[in-house]
Each structure stands twice: as structure tokens, then as C-alpha cells.
């Protein structure tokens, strides 16, 4: 894909909990990673789920936390995963805080968008896991990404519930961030009987395009895989889910690629691997994570966001996508501010649209 392109801060956002948005981020960020991207993960939930299934396995001697009140770099709070290619920066209990920030104390914070534009970053791909309900950090997020994905399952609540996600998403792209693209609905624990089907086509029908050809199926699979602190498309690459995630972050990429010919702006460095190939690398993963598993297990008896000393010998990926050319092309898309709107700006967004 394409590094100098904007479109490679992905925000995975919906304002209710519990409707796949931790196991989405995860598992695209090994499946990119599987397609020969580099990914960065942030986790912006204070449960910490994310960076639990990621095998976080670096100290790092700073976190989001430190970063946004000013202190440390951004290099600083990144670890690296048990995965090639994957890169976290995790979480904190701390980061439940953040949201109750107040006018004096915002001043001297910064916003993700500044953190993110100023460095550096050596990714093909930044995802952000959004934390349920909109508050600072949803909001610093979808300020910060070029495009959003929403989960959606298929019941009443969630279908209720969108429009109020899509209002949000709305209003930041009307203000703070106007290049902020809809990169696609995706429908996840998708049940073979009509009431699935029934949503499933109501969402189609509205949302059209939008909506990802590809669906997640619900798959125990996915719970084995949450019980043993894996995505499942490495605890178990076969199993249905694994191959719709495997797809459907092909089909991102593809969507991509065509918008990009679309738009006459040619991808200089597409990589292109295929599924086999994907395939034996989600085996390798699973392989490597396998070997650290019986160590992770004895020194780690309830291994909360655990700290490994047996890591693989891969780190994080080497440098090709500079984030100086994102902040290049945010000139374009953010609205001309290139560094990103400050913290108080975001804040004040924020709280006008929980209003
Ligand atoms: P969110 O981040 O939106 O709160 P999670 O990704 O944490 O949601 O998922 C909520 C719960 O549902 C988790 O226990 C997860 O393992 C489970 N889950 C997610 N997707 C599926 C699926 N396709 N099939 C079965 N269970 C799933
Ligand atoms: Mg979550």
C-alpha cells in the first residue's frame, strides 16, 4: 500500500460497547501486518483489552497518559507485540481519567493529532481502538484519523444506537476534521437466521457501499480466542471469522487502491501479498505465539497487560511510511491545520456534541 498517501489513521469507532471494536482493531492489525503492512495499535480503552490480545511485551517507559500532559515522546510510550509488524501503545487504567479532564488542567494538554503529527512514525497504518461512549478520547481520535470504520451488529440496540454514532462522526467532519473519510461499516457477530438478515439488509439498503461486502460471522472461535488472550485470527487462522477478518481487510485495502486510481493519486509502493501467503504468515504467528505461551503462562498467572522478557526476536518493523509526509498531505485534508486542533478545541467539540 501506500505510505505518502493520506488514509492510514484508521479510527474503529461506535459509540456502544461490546459490538466487536477491540476484536476488529486487533484483528485487522495482525491480518495488515499478515499483507506485509506495519501497524500501529493504540488503545484507547481503559480496559486495556486491545493490548491484553496483542501480547503486549515491551516496557515502555511512558504512556498515552504522559504523552498528552505534555511529557516524554511519542517513541517513548510505544511497545512492541508478540506479532512482526505490530507495534502498540497501550494502555492505562489512568487513561479512564482523561475523560474528566476540566478547563485549567486541559490547557497545558495536548491532542493526539499533535502527538501524532509532530513525530515521526514509522507505519503503514495507525489504528485507534475507540473506548465505548464519546468522550475526549473518542474525540481526539476521529480529530486524528483519516477515515473510521463502525462495527455494527444486528440487533435493535445497535441498529438504534448508529445514528448516533454516525451524528457524531457527522459533526466532527463538519468541524474539526473535514477530511475525515467513512471507510466502511462492517457487520460483525452476524448470525445465520432472519433477524441478522433482516438488519443486514436494512443496513445495506441505507448505507449502501458503505457497508463491507464481507461479514463477520459470530464465532466461538472468537470467545476461545478472547479467553486465551489472542486475536483469533492467530489462535485459530482456519476458523471462519479468521478468514472474513483475513477478507475483509483485504477488501479495506482493495477499496482503497481503488480510490486511490480513482482519484488519479497512484499507489508508489502497493505491496502486494497474496491470501496463501497471508495465510502461512497468521500460521507463523500462531507457531511463535505458541512457543511463548508455556512462559507467559508461569510468570504471568493472571497476565494483566504482562510484561515478557522471552520476546521473539522481531521488534517493530523498520521505517518506510514517514509521518512528515502525513503532515504534508494533512495540509490538504485537516482542514489546514497541520498539526492538528489543540486539546481544548477538541474538548469543546466534544462536549457540544454530547449536548
Ligand atoms: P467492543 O470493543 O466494541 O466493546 P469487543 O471486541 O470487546 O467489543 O467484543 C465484545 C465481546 O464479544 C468480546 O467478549 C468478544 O470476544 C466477543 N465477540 C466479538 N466478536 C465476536 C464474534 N464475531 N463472535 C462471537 N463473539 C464475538
Ligand atoms: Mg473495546
Redesign the pocket.
Known sequence: MTSDQPGCILA?Y?Q???????????NMAVCLAALGRSVLVVDL?S?G??TRSLGYESTTTRSLQDLLAGTGTIDEAIGRTRFERVSLLPSSVSLAHIETRLGSELRSQKSISELIYNSDLPYDFVIF????AFGLLSANALVAAHSVLI?V?PTAFAYDGLQRTFDVVHKIQAGLNRGLRLDGILL???ENENISRHFASLLRKEYRSYVFDLE????????K??LRRLP?CIFNPHAL?SQNYLAVTEEFLSRRNSRAAAGARALTQEIVVTHDKAMETLERFRGESAQVEPARSANAQDADISVEDSAPAHAAAPSRLGFSHLVAAAAGFAAGVVLGPRILDIASHAAALLH
Open positions: 474503529i461506535n456502544k460497547g461490546g459490538i466487536a471494536k477491540t476484536t476488529t482493531s486487533v480503552d480496559q483489552n486491545a481502538d475507540c473506548p465505548p462495527p451488529t460483525t457477530m452476524m463477520i460471522p459470530r464465532d466461538r472461535e472468537i470467545v480466542a478472547a483469533v471469522s
